[in-house]
Every structure is written in C-alpha cells, then in structure tokens.
C-alpha cells in the first residue's frame, strides 16, 4: 500500500508540475514573459517538495530518478515505476493543457503547446549540451541538499530556486526541459516537429541526471556535514521527515 501511494503521489505531483509549468508558459509565455515561466516552475517545484516529498521524494521527473537510482536511494524496479506514473502524469497534464487550448479558448502564446524544441534560437547540439547542463545542476542540486544532515528544511528552497535558475537561461532557447516527462506530455499533442525532437529532450536530460549522480558523491562523501548512505527504511521509528528523494 506504502508503494502504491508513492506512486500515486509521483503521478499526481508530474501532473500538477507539467500542468502549471507548461500551462504558464503557454498562457503567460508572452504577456509575463521568461521570469513568469520561471518563477512558475520554480514554486510548483517548490510547493511538491514540501508536499509529496515525504511521500515519494518529490522526484517528478525520469533525470531525478536515474540520479536518485544511480545513487543507490531506490530500488530499479522502484524507479521503473516511478518512470511509468511520471510520464502518465505528463501525458494528462498534457491532455488538460491541450484541451484547454482547444476548446477552452485559451490562446497559446508559445505556438507549440508549450513543449520543447530546438532550430529558431539555437541548433541541435547547442540543444543537448544546454540540456545536459542545465538538468546535470537541478539533479545535483536535488541529490546534494537532500543528503545534508542539518538544515534539511530548506532542501525545498534550494531545488525550487535551481529549476527556476535552469528555465532562466533555457527557455527561450528551448523552451527548457530539464525533465523528459515534462517534455512527452506536450510534444504527444503538439506532434510534428515537437513529436520528432522529443528523443533529445529524453536522452540529454537523463544524461545530465547521470552525470549529477556521478559528481554528487564527491561533495557528499568529503563533507561531514552531508550524508553519504542511503536512508533508512519508512519502518524504523528513528528515520527524520524529509523533503528530497527517499528509497523505495
């Protein structure tokens, strides 16, 4: 049942993330422009952490997952789940955002449904190496604060702040994913050129979220200030609450 609501929890906090994420940008993306899209991601970050992170981690996002897998925090048939309700989670927030636009007379300002691509403002390889950097700093800044033994309750501060750093710089020029569920909800209904880039926006992200899990032991391991073993299980009474990834 424990795992059940994990999961349920992770399908629910990919939905709302994508939902006012990409809804922000597809409503605002002109009238508020990037800090609004920003700023938006950001807080829904930042408020799910603070919700579901007790729950399931509050991961969110398949490149947060492979960090938190490569890292020995949860089992592979664990994060294989938590994949499959992400991309659920991306593929209704994506549904409602269509059909909103649709039918519900909502003018979208990206022209694209809010999803990511590449060739107006930057090229393809420009794309993958923006998109690595810019998930490889969130997923280490994920797996870093939330293995800090003291002032755990700002973990959530800290990762909300460095998505909304990472959709400052890429937004204009990709639109910023960051999160290849974020980036399969949207391009699913937008299909043509979206449809087509999407494997980069898959492959590049999950990338910099290996390459986060990599490095983040070498900040973990040399500071007594941070923790470098996984938590231990939901059932010892001892275990602290926390906001980041939790093993399944």
Known sequence: MDDVRRYAAEFLGTLLLVFFGVGSAVAAR????????????GFVMLALVYTIGPLSGSHVNPAVTLGVLLSGKISP??????????????????????????????????????????????????????????????????????????HAGFAGLAIGLALAAAHLVGVTLTGAS???ARSFGPALFEGGAALRQLWLFIVFPLLGGALAALVAPLIIKHNPRYRSEPEEPASKPSRRPRSGPEPT
């Open 30 to 41: 002109i009238d508020g422009g990037v800090v609004v899209v920003a700023l938006a991601f």
């Open 77 to 150: 048939v664990g994060a294989v789940a938590y994949w499959i309700t992400q991309f659920a989670g991306a593929t209704v927030a994506g549904a409602v955002i269509w059909g909103l636009v649709r039918w519900g007379d909502v003018a979208d300002q990206t022209g694209v449904l809010g999803s990511n691509g590449y060739g107006k403002h930057i090229n393809g390889g420009g794309a993958a190496v923006l998109e690595t950097i810019l998930t490889f700093l969130f997923v280490l800044v994920v797996l870093v604060v939330t293995s800090r033994a003291e």
């Open 178 to 180: 960051v999160n290849p």
